[in-house]
Nanobody, 116 residues
Framework: QVKLVESGGGLVQAGGSLRLSCVVS????????MGWFRQAPRKEREFVAA????????YYADSVKGRFAISRDSAKNAVLLQMNSLKPEDTCVYYC?????????WGQGTQVTVSS
């Protein structure tokens, strides 16, 4: 059974930084494309960033380009999201997702709150 556990969320002032981590267990981490999504109250979940299974390719939503960076840590079976220059509108629950050829798996989410 594949399990994803996010951590690193919290409360930060505007302009500050946070680093989210998502550890994957029970599956073959090296075969998954990994992504981060976020969801604000009463809004749909939206794409934030993704990294290919090899780590060679990364993708970002326009709203976070230049501020966020996604990376893989294969030694820890983890995907990281470095978030800099945070804005109040980045306040959301952030979810990690692992995509295989046939399935995808979600973590439980971690809350990020940015105060103005």
């Amino acid at each position: 059974q594949v399990k994803l556990v996010e951590s690193g969320g919290g409360l930060v002032q505007a302009g500050g930084s946070l680093r989210l981590s998502c550890v994957v267990s029970g599956g073959r981490f090296s075969s998954y494309a990994m992504g981060w999504f976020r969801q604000a109250p009463r809004k749909e979940r939206e794409f934030v960033a993704a990294v290919s299974w090899s780590g060679e390719y990364t993708y970002y939503a326009d709203s976070v380009k230049g501020r966020f960076a996604i990376s893989r840590d294969s030694a820890k079976n983890a995907v990281l999201l470095q978030m800099n220059s945070l804005k109040p509108e980045d306040t959301c629950v952030y979810y990690c997702r692992a995509d295989s050829a046939r399935n995808y798996y979600w973590g439980q989410g971690t809350q990020v709150t940015v105060s103005s």
